[in-house]
């Protein structure tokens, strides 16, 4: 489990990271553990305060027999491609965007790694 959420950090670190360098109103990150695939979003709504939330998981299948399950979560990649359409967008003004930005605790998410 202490991996998972190391994982989970790192995922974190690097979607704040490049939230930050890429001037991003939001950004999506994945975490994959096992054959669940979550989602998740992280936003920056207001000055150093950085919101990370789950949007939805997808269970893969480890059965060619069990694969049309996949079928029946359509609806959740659908709201992934969908979220990430509409949220996951530039920044429409980057100067006042990096004056809410915060520098990471951890300098680089190598540094997590150690």
């Known amino acids: 489990m202490y991996l998972v959420c190391q994982d989970f950090l790192l995922v974190a670190i690097f979607c704040k990271n490049a939230l930050d360098s890429q001037s991003m109103v939001r950004i999506l990150g994945l ?3 096992g054959r669940t695939i979550a989602f998740y979003v992280l936003a920056l709504p207001t000055s150093g305060l950085y919101v990370m939330y789950e949007i939805t998981k997808v269970q893969i299948s480890d059965l060619l027999q069990n694969l049309s399950k996949l079928i029946i979560d359509i609806s959740d990649l659908l709201l992934v491609l969908n979220v990430y359409d509409r949220v996951c967008i530039p920044s429409a003004s980057p100067k006042p965007f990096n004056d ?3 520098q990471s605790a951890a300098p680089s998410w190598t540094s997590c790694l150690q």
Do not use: H, L
């Open 31 to 33: 975490q994959a553990v």
């Open 100 to 102: 809410i930005a915060r």
